[in-house]
C-alpha cells in the first residue's frame, strides 16, 4: 500500500505556469514507476506523463510533450509535475499514480495506486 497526496493545482491564466507535487508515504513495495493522468470533466482519465524510479525513463502524452515535465526527488518521496505555457485545454483534475512492478504506460488499469487529485483550472 501507499498513500500518494497530490497539491500545487490552482487557478492559473493561459501561458502560465504551476508545479504539481505529489507526496507518497507509507509506502510497502519498491516503487517501479509513478504517472500522472488527468480528467477533464465528461472525459475519460488521460495519462500526462510517467517517470521510472531512478528517473532514466520517462514518457509524455502527446499533447504535453515539450511543456511538462515530471521528475521525482526520493530522498523526499516526491514526484512533481512542472507545467509550462498552459492552455485552457489543460483544465483538469490531476491525479498521481504508481506501479510496484512493469507494466503498460499510458492506461489506467496499469496503476493500482492513486492520489485523490488536485483540480487545475486555465483560463484565457
Known amino acids: 500500500q501507499v498513500q500518494l497526496v497530490e497539491s500545487g493545482g490552482g487557478l492559473v491564466q493561459a501561458g502560465g505556469s504551476l508545479r504539481l507535487s505529489c507526496a507518497a508515504s507509507g509506502r510497502t513495495f519498491t516503487t517501479y514507476a509513478t504517472g500522472w493522468f488527468r480528467q477533464a470533466p465528461g472525459k475519460e482519465r488521460e495519462f500526462v506523463a510517467r517517470i521510472t524510479w531512478n528517473g532514466d525513463l520517462t514518457h509524455y502524452s502527446d499533447s504535453v510533450k515539450g511543456r511538462f515535465t515530471i521528475s521525482r526527488d526520493n530522498v523526499k518521496n516526491m514526484v512533481y509535475l512542472q507545467m509550462n505555457s498552459l492552455k485552457p485545454e489543460d483544465t483538469a483534475v490531476y491525479f498521481c499514480?504508481?506501479?510496484?512492478?512493469?507494466?503498460?504506460?499510458?492506461?489506467?488499469?496499469?496503476?493500482?495506486?492513486w492520489g485523490q487529485g488536485t483540480q487545475v483550472t486555465v483560463f484565457s
Open positions: 499514480a504508481e506501479q510496484s512492478r512493469w507494466a503498460g504506460v499510458f492506461r489506467r488499469s496499469e496503476y493500482p495506486y
